[in-house]
């Protein structure tokens, strides 16, 4: 069977170009100033003749539609057309239109010819797409090998719920170390955590109203326990601290004070037992971002 011929894409296969590139079976002709000014790559690789050590690019290659500047084949016409969009600085697609497999590409595009401008917005396609359909696993492993922090830092919030027993080996192996053992070093702490929370009622503070000091206390201890530590401790399915609140609150609350029912579901609400949660996630995934990634520098000096 033939290969298919190239073709000359409909919107970057300017006359006046002065490159043509190939990106699978599609040929682009751009203006070499436009990709030099966008790409630390593209600077050097043009005009590196000005700068001695350096081999400039064969005086041949891209000059013609059959000697192009190939493209990596990894990479398809979609995200070439894309970065060039970038670099142009024209048209830009709907960002729920363009799948995993495209922003991706864009970042290898970024990370190969040294653009920010092309990083930061396939950055932002990675921001506001709808990654609901990405494991977190894989999610993660995308802003680790791009050394996107904020990035990171939400995939490896997604990670902490997982069952450990639902990932797969292959999977064990996109994510390092580091950040396997912080995984669950965290979610030890949370689950130490969270025993001692069902387990220790916050201490009870009576309304001034309250007739039977005793039997309010006793009976906000059975509470908790029977419903807090039961909703938290659920061994077929643990609830949230939110979700938990809003159960536990819907109890009937025996035969304590109503007035010392409510004001303790306001302290509860507003306890820093149930904060504490999210203090030790933020620092456990901030600590290891800080630790693992280092985002590029955004600026350069060009050649000229």
Request: some cysteine; aromatic content about 12%.
């Amino acid at each position: 069977m033939a290969d298919k011929p190239d073709q000359r894409h409909h919107a970057f296969y300017f006359a006046d170009g002065t490159l043509i590139f190939r990106a699978q079976n599609v040929l682009f002709k751009v203006h070499k100033r436009i990709l030099a000014d966008k790409s630390l790559t593209f600077e050097t690789m043009f005009y590196a003749n000005e700068h001695a050590g350096i081999r400039p690019l064969r005086q041949d290659r891209g000059s013609t539609d059959d000697k192009p500047i190939l493209v990596p084949e990894q990479i398809s016409d979609t995200a070439f057309e894309l970065f060039l969009s970038v670099c142009y600085d024209k048209w830009r697609p709907d960002s729920s239109q363009v799948g995993e497999s495209v922003v991706v590409e864009l970042l290898e595009l970024s990370r190969m010819y040294e653009s920010q401008d092309v990083r930061k917005y396939a950055i932002k396609l990675l921001s506001f797409t709808d990654w609901y359909t990405v494991k977190p696993i894989d999610l993660a492993s995308i802003a680790l090998k791009y050394q996107i922090k904020h990035i990171f830092c939400r995939a490896f919030r997604q990670l902490i719920p997982l069952r450990i027993n639902d990932i797969e080996d292959s999977e064990f192996e996109l994510l390092d170390f580091p950040v396997w053992r912080s995984l669950f070093r965290l979610r030890e702490r949370l689950d130490i955590h969270r025993r001692i929370v069902a387990c220790e009622p916050p201490r009870l503070v009576h309304s001034v109203g309250c007739e039977d000091h005793q039997r309010c206390h006793d009976d906000w201890r059975q509470l908790w326990w029977n419903g807090m530590g039961r909703f938290l401790l659920d061994g077929r399915n643990p609830q949230s601290f939110d979700d938990a609140i809003l159960q536990f609150q819907g109890l009937s609350y025996g035969a304590m004070s109503p007035e010392c029912w409510r004001k303790m579901i306001k302290c509860v609400k507003e306890g820093k037992a149930f904060l504490h949660e999210d203090d030790l996630v933020d620092r456990a995934v901030q600590g290891l971002a800080d630790f693992i990634i280092r985002e590029p520098i955004s600026d350069y000096t060009p050649f000229s």
